[in-house]
């Protein structure tokens, strides 16, 4: 059976090497030379290593005691930087996430994010559903509450505009909605608002026949060319900015659902709340710390 190592008596050792001298090495330990030197001596009977030799007053350090020395160094600030890590180290928050939210506006963001003093570790959940209560700490969804037990902030209003491919486009470059109903349209129950705002609520579109169950799906749809879609300019615009869709209006129609931010009220607000507000300018850019 392997014997148990002397952790403190290595400790002790470090530090006499460290000094090169049993009472300095005393000191900084906190206990008398005699303790030290007797330490010693019965390290060097366990190891059966003669460690430090005497030439009158001078403490001579063995070549295996420096060698020693030096890999319980090591160890010892592997242990200091695992307790620090202990200490500071917070559990992951977790934020539960509207899917077309998380995919198009807040994965694009996270590293930035994560570059921050203080950023919060992330469990991202990015399932339709609002998760139950106790489950997250933070949540993004739409929908128009309310949301009992949560605080709430909105966050900025469901917006669709018309998005299509340039291959559907095709050469247009000034649109009529007239011009845009001789193309499909991808089912999405805004499109009456849309085409209400737009002077034509007695449009009588086509639809293609597959609904989408996320506005994410139906962009990518929208950019194989399928048909035209209603997405959000603020969420989609790197599709337009990437040429893979295009939004030849300006009309936009808002709601009725909203992007809100849930946080529980019995809660501090997380450095990561505290983020997502300013970034939609509703807030200061948070602190180093988490709010308590």
Same mark, same amino acid.
């Given at each position: 059976m392997t014997p148990p190592l002397p952790l403190e008596s290595l400790r002790v050792l470090a530090a006499c090497v460290r000094h090169g001298n049993f009472s300095r090495a005393a000191d900084e330990l906190a206990i008398t030379p005699t303790a030290v030197s007797q330490r010693m001596r019965a390290?060097?009977?366990?190891?059966?290593?003669r460690l430090f030799t005497r030439h009158g007053p001078r403490l001579i350090v063995s070549?295996?005691?420096?060698?020693?020395?030096?890999?319980i160094e090591q160890g010892l600030a592997l242990m200091r930087r695992a307790v620090d890590d202990c200490r500071c180290a917070r559990p992951p928050l977790r934020v539960t996430c509207a899917p077309t939210f998380a995919a198009c506006w807040l994965v694009p963001r996270l590293v930035a994010y994560q570059a921050l003093p203080g950023a919060d570790?992330? $469990?991202?959940?990015?399932?339709?559903g609002l998760s139950p209560p106790g489950s997250f700490d933070v949540a993004v969804r739409s929908?128009? &509450?309310?949301?009992?037990?949560?605080?709430?902030?909105?966050l900025l209003a469901e917006q669709g505009t018309p998005m299509?491919?340039?291959?559907l486009a095709g050469r247009q470059r000034r649109w009529t909605v007239d011009e845009l109903l001789r193309l499909p349209l991808i089912p999405d129950p805004r499109w009456a608002a849309w085409l209400a705002a737009a002077g034509r609520p007695d449009a009588r579109p086509d639809f293609v026949a597959t609904r989408f169950p996320s506005y994410e799906l139906e962009a990518r $749809?929208?950019?194989q060319g399928l048909g035209v879609a209603l997405l959000s300019p603020r969420l989609f615009a790197d599709l337009c900015e990437r &040429?893979?869709?295009v939004a030849p209006f300006d009309t936009v129609v808002e709601g009725p659902d909203r992007y809100w931010l849930l946080t529980p009220i019995d809660a501090g607000e997380p450095h990561f709340a505290q983020w997502l507000k300013a970034e939609f300018g509703l807030g200061a850019a948070p602190s180093t710390l988490p709010t308590p």
């Open positions: 390290l060097e009977a366990q190891l059966g290593v070549e295996r005691a420096a060698a020693l020395a030096a890999g570790t992330i $469990a991202l959940d990015a399932g339709q929908g128009t &509450g309310p949301w009992p037990g949560y605080r709430a902030t909105r299509l491919s340039p291959k $749809a929208a950019v &040429g893979e869709l």
